[in-house]
């Protein structure tokens, strides 16, 4: 197999800048308020944008990173604002958490680096640690996103990107028949479609560009 960069190799990367919610998660947490859902798993929780958000919504968090700077950045953020910092390194496949620990599951922009059997151990893990009845929102990539094609296909849908931040990392793109398989153990709430125009300047995506660029994504919300 082609060797890939892992993505804790990079040392910076712009995702460490995104500080506003994705619109499923502010879009979930009413009705998870409702329902009394307490303790979330932010998998692959990046510089905490997701946990700040959920627990100041009354939600007790604990984020999950492969990175040693995602975890440190995520700590001084969560500090800043007076927030606490339940943070574990942990590796997306291997959850460190007993079963059926957590009522709900969050996981943005992150299950997409890794081949497709390695996601699907992830999201196996994701689901013995749900109780029954929980619920799980993720984003990831599909096959509309302008970096699906780019660099060396090492199996079907998975690239090691050639150009950008993330030059030489592994990305996974979901085509919708290949996501609904991922979640078949799932009950499948809410599929849709989330396009997001990159700057020409780079923006979340990288390479200077001529004409605007789409990030496309699949954001999903599940229940076990
Ligand atoms: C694009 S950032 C998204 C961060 C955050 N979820 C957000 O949406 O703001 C991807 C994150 O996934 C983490 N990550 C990448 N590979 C991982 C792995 N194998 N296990 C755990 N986290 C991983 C990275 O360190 C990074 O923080």
Redesign the pocket.
């Known amino acids: 197999m082609t060797a890939s960069r892992?993505?804790?190799d990079l040392q910076v990367?712009p995702?460490f800048d995104?500080t506003e919610p994705?619109a499923g998660v502010v879009a979930a947490v009413p009705h998870w308020r409702a329902e009394g859902r307490r303790l979330v798993y932010d998998l692959?929780?990046?510089?905490g944008?997701?946990m700040a958000y959920l627990e100041a919504h009354g939600f007790q968090v604990c984020g999950?990173?492969?990175?040693p700077k995602?975890l440190r950045t995520c700590a001084e953020r969560l500090a800043q604002v007076g927030l606490p910092a339940w943070l574990v390194r942990?590796?997306?496949a291997a959850a460190p958490f007993h079963d059926k620990q957590f009522d709900v599951a969050v996981?943005?922009?992150?299950l997409n680096?890794?081949l497709r059997g390695l996601l699907q151990q992830t999201l196996d893990e994701v689901r013995r640690v749900l109780r029954p009845g929980g619920e799980c929102y993720l984003t990831v990539l599909n096959t509309w996103d302008w970096r699906c094609g780019d660099g060396q296909e090492v199996e079907a849908g998975s690239f090691v990107l050639a150009a950008g931040p993330e030059a030489g990392v592994l990305h996974h793109f979901f085509a919708e028949d290949d996501l609904r398989d991922w979640v078949r153990a799932f009950e499948l709430l809410e599929l849709s479609r989330e396009q997001t125009p990159i700057s020409p300047a780079g923006g979340a995506a990288g390479p200077a560009h001529e004409s605007p660029v789409m990030r496309d994504a699949w954001a999903v919300l599940l229940r076990k």
């Open positions: 892992t993505w804790h990367h995702c995104w994705d692959g929780c990046g510089a944008r997701h999950t990173d492969v990175s995602a942990a590796d997306m996981s943005t922009n992150v680096h890794g």
